[in-house]
């Protein structure tokens, strides 16, 4: 069993993923070159994977096909920043000549949206769920 981690601080990567074409393949690469074990996520269809550290157990990344909401993200890895208020970061985006590409949506533990910026570089926004006490 592993040590539950403190969460990330807003502002920090909270998570990162690679979107490409055959996942499956990539999967395979990247538990073969880096270690990592890989746990496959149904997406009905198909599967995406949660890729898992092989010391401790704690998922460190994904690895998803390019289909759906994911079929125009381009073959990078992609980082999920924290922030505070999704909602004013897509305002803040969009004014400040950013592009929404993906979202709002929500998945387990928050709502995220993917954004361009000016320059053409590709982030993710996250906001986590609040915790229930």
Aim: charged fraction near 15%; include cysteine.
């Amino acid at each position: 069993m592993s040590e539950e981690l403190p969460p990330p601080a807003l502002g920090t990567m909270a998570w990162m993923d690679l979107t490409a074409p055959n996942a499956d393949d990539l999967a395979e690469f990247y538990a073969n070159v880096v270690g990592w074990q890989k746990q496959a996520v149904s997406m009905g269809e198909y599967d995406d994977f949660v890729m898992v550290s092989p010391t401790d157990g704690v998922s460190c990344s994904g690895i998803c096909h390019a289909r759906g909401v994911n079929e125009k993200l381009p073959p990078v890895w992609l980082v999920y920043v924290l922030v505070a208020d999704l909602s004013a970061s897509i305002e803040a985006c969009n004014a400040g000549g950013g592009e929404v590409l993906v979202g709002p949506r929500h998945t387990q533990g928050g709502d995220y949206a993917i954004i361009r910026d000016p320059a053409g570089a590709h982030l993710a926004l996250f906001q986590q769920q609040a915790k229930e006490t």
